[in-house]
Structure formats: structure tokens, C-alpha cells
């Protein structure tokens, strides 16, 4: 099946600090989203991006689906930010709406 | 949080006792999932459905089947639970194209 890889596993920051985030998946994708947990579990959806950019405040994504990656910009970071990001891919074909993530990338922002 | 609810919350239970997870939904969406999350897994996907009475398996089904009998609940059973099911358990709903998730369980097997 599909395999989604992120990258770095883990990052440490100082506040105000900019970081790039990456997901890498090894085959063709009808969806790719990014997600933010939080330090008391909580799963947010921070864009549904299979192609192109999108920018939200201080968050921007950008897919490039014909080399098969996405790329999670964080800019200004603040202690908020802090948690776990997930990309996670819907594959094309019959299993066109399951959903795989990655082991997600660790982040943590000192004031 | 879309109107998803999961119960229980937390829930501590023997080795081969039955177990039953609820996932609750107050929009009308059509598919719905459950996943597991593990330290150095991510969120791996157990089963899903696309409606009622129709379900598939997700990447790690083996242990658990589900049932979809009502457009809102999506229920999730552990026939006979194992320490290896120690985890905690998320519901998601897709809307359009965007999964929204539920505030989890946390299951303990002993």
C-alpha cells in the first residue's frame, strides 16, 4: 500500500523561529490533508491541500503532486504550536477513501 | 468538532473481556472512522464506513469488527480484548473532503 513518510521526526524551536515541515508519499493521492495535535490530544484539520497553496495566517502548505510531496511552512512560530503535525493521504483507485498518516513530525516551541 | 462524540472516554478492561467503542455524529455524514494511535505510529486506520451496513477494513483490522446500523453511530467491538489493544482510539467523520476527529478513547487491557 501507499507509504507516507515525515520528516524531521522530531523539531525544536525558539519563538519566532520559521520551520518547514515535509510528507512525502510514495504513490498517486485523490487527497492530502495536514493535521495538528495538540499536547492534550486533540486532532485539528489544518488544510485539505492535494495540489497547489494555501495559506492560513501564519500556516501555508504547498503540494506538489507530480513529485509526490507536501510541504508544511510554519512561520513566527509561537508556544502554541507546539504538538504533533500529521500529513495523511486518501490513494487513488479502490481505496480512494481510506485515509494514511504519517508518523507525524514532533514539534516543540520555547518561549 | 463537527458534533462527534466518542464513548466511553477511558475505559480499563481485562484480557479477553468483549469491549465496545461508540462514535457519535449529530451532521448526517456519510463516512465515518476509526483509528488507533500508537507511540511511533501515527494514526493508523482500523476500519471505515460509507454508509449504513457498509463498511471496509482499514490497515489494522485484525481484532476488531464494527457495525454501522444508524446513520450517526459507528460502533466498534474488540470480540476479545488483548494487551496489544491498549491504545487510544479516534472517530473521524469526512466532510467533503476534510476528516474531522472526535476527543478520543484512551482503552487500557490488563
Known amino acids: 500500500g501507499i507509504q507516507v513518510e515525515q520528516s524531521p521526526p522530531d523539531l525544536i524551536l525558539q519563538e519566532g523561529a520559521n520551520s518547514t515541515l515535509r510528507c512525502n508519499f510514495s504513490?498517486?493521492?485523490?487527497?492530502l490533508q495536514w493535521f495538528h495535535q495538540n499536547p492534550w490530544g486533540q486532532l485539528i484539520n489544518l488544510f485539505y491541500i492535494p495540489s497547489g497553496t494555501k495559506q492560513n495566517g501564519r500556516l501555508s502548505a504547498t503540494t506538489v503532486a507530480t513529485e509526490r510531496y507536501s510541504l508544511l511552512y510554519i512561520s513566527s512560530s509561537q508556544t502554541t504550536d507546539s504538538g504533533v503535525y500529521f500529513c495523511a493521504v486518501s490513494p487513488r483507485g479502490a481505496g480512494g477513501f481510506k485515509t494514511i498518516f504519517g508518523a507525524g513530525t514532533r514539534l516543540f516551541v520555547k518561549a | 468538532d463537527a458534533g462527534i462524540t466518542q464513548s466511553p472516554r477511558h475505559k480499563v478492561t481485562e484480557t479477553g473481556t468483549p469491549v465496545t467503542l461508540r462514535c457519535h455524529q449529530t451532521e448526517n455524514h456519510r463516512y465515518m472512522y476509526w483509528y488507533r494511535q500508537d507511540p511511533g505510529h501515527g494514526l493508523r486506520l482500523i476500519h471505515y464506513s460509507y454508509g449504513v451496513k457498509d463498511t471496509d477494513k482499514g490497515e489494522v483490522s485484525d481484532g476488531y469488527s464494527v457495525s454501522r446500523s444508524k446513520t450517526e453511530d459507528f460502533l466498534l467491538t474488540l470480540e476479545s480484548a488483548t494487551s496489544s489493544q491498549t491504545s487510544v482510539y479516534f472517530c473521524?467523520?469526512?466532510?467533503?473532503?476534510?476528516?474531522?476527529f472526535g476527543p478520543g478513547t484512551r482503552l487500557t487491557v490488563l
Open positions: 473521524a467523520i469526512r466532510s467533503t473532503d476534510t476528516q474531522y
Open positions: 504513490d498517486s493521492v485523490n487527497n
